[in-house]
């Protein structure tokens, strides 16, 4: 009996040791791939301020502190609020150049990646890069568009051409909402800043620090 009982916990545990990785994998790949599913993002009153992308999608945040806050306090509270928002993110796991993954649709992805200087007494300079990248769906379908447009030019040079140009107007379409909705997602970075009281850098002044 008792060894019925304990072959019986052995065959549970060793269903759990298999599906443990199976359940961490399909999470990590649902973000990845399906993370534009989520509900829409909703601002608090602090991150409605203004914040233009540049048509690069790449740039830098500077925030000032005299209290010794720390970047990690900054990245914890934009995880925080976006775990109550349930929007998608991705963490590094100390195998990337970047901080933080945001979703910014099936398309399109805003990575951040922070760093600190030490002024001294208490004060300290706070970086947060900020790129907009395009995610492996988008890369994928856009290069296998790209192939058959190529194969297709040794059979009408027209007809390709005008797959050209309306797979290059497609990209900087996907890429300009990209830059409105990283726009979003960097406003809660800004509205987390103020809760805990960085002061944002004009970027006249950032060159002074």
């Known amino acids: 009996m008792a060894a019925r009982y304990y072959g019986s916990i052995s065959r549970e545990v060793a269903a759990l040791c298999y599906a443990q990785p199976l359940v961490r994998s399909w999470a990590r790949y649902k973000t990845r791939g399906l993370g534009w599913a989520s509900k829409p993002l909703e601002l608090a009153a602090q991150e409605c301020c203004s914040f233009r992308m540049p048509w690069s999608g790449s740039g830098v945040l500077v925030y000032w502190t005299e209290e010794w806050r720390n970047r990690t306090e900054l990245l914890g509270g934009v995880v925080g609020r976006l775990e109550s928002l349930g929007w998608p993110k991705l963490i590094d796991t100390g195998w ?93 970075v800004g509205g987390v800043a103020s809760e805990i009281t960085l002061i944002p850098l004009p970027i006249a002044a950032r060159s002074r620090h």
Not at 154 to 171: I, K, N, P, R, T
């Open 96 to 188: 990337t150049d970047w901080d933080l993954e945001l979703c910014c649709g099936h398309s399109t992805a805003v990575q951040i990646c922070t760093t600190q200087e030490e002024h001294g007494r208490k004060r300290r300079l706070i970086r947060a890069r900020y790129r907009v990248r395009l995610r492996e769906f988008a890369k994928t379908v856009f290069t296998v568009s790209l192939m058959i447009i190529l194969g297709a030019a040794f059979v009408h040079v027209g007809m390709a051409s005008a797959c050209a140009a309306v797979l290059l107007v497609a990209l900087a379409t996907i890429w300009w909402r990209g830059t409105r909705a990283a726009s979003q997602r960097l406003r809660i």
